[in-house]
């Protein structure tokens, strides 16, 4: 594994975003650590799977760029293994196929976002931003309530939904969905204005489901009869926070 020449300056100001690009090839390693980290980011990389999990025992990333079609253990392997263990940083996979299928599994798969190959360095740079962003806390301006989901509760200041056993892991797009209901509970949110909200307005709608889909499992005593994350039939969704 290869570090970024600026990695120790950027630890000691404490302020960079560190992301791992995880790649088997050499070429675009090379593009997106230059490219990166002149836009202010630290940088790893790894040649795959294998080296992106000796690289994730010493560092906790803020974001993982990660290739799908990588020899040995693939980017959506690598993907749900990282989700089943609780890693809950944003993932942006990288594949040559860019169907919206295609994004459907990897979203499924527990990324949080899909960028088909070639790309342009800066659309991946203004994704990464963008994903960082929705990860910050909100500003204390806002106002923003604890919500109650029975025995859970959501803090949209911090993104953290926490129970009586504590923190819950929450992928950036699981976290990212949530703090959007959470801002208006009990109001309607139509399919396009979540694809908006949450920079997936180009895969479709069929993306928001998946994330609900999967936000359900986290939050819900029994996802097939939600009590809290409602479908409204030919409008949208709701949040209907409560002790139910």
Known sequence: MVHNLHDDMMLE????????????????????????SEHGFRISVAANAAEARQALGGIQPDAMVLDVTMPGENGLELT??????GQEFPILLLTARGEPADRITG???GADDYLGKPFEPRELLLRLKAHLRRLAPAPA?????????GDLEFDPMRALLSGPEGNIHLTGGEAALLSVLARRPNEVFTREEIAKALDMAEIGERAVDVQVTRLRRRIEPDP???????????RGYVLKPGIQ
Do not use: C, K, S
Request: net charge positive.
């Open 13 to 36: 100001e404490g302020m960079a975003p560190h992301v791992i690009v995880v790649d088997d090839d050499p070429r675009l390693r090379r593009l997106l650590q230059r490219y990166l």
């Open 80 to 85: 749900r293994a990282l989700r089943d263990i």
């Open 107 to 109: 979203l499924e798969a």
């Open 141 to 149: 301006a806002d106002n923003l309530r604890i919500i109650r989901l």
């Open 224 to 234: 097939r009869e939600p009590r809290f994350l409602h479908t409204i039939r030919g």
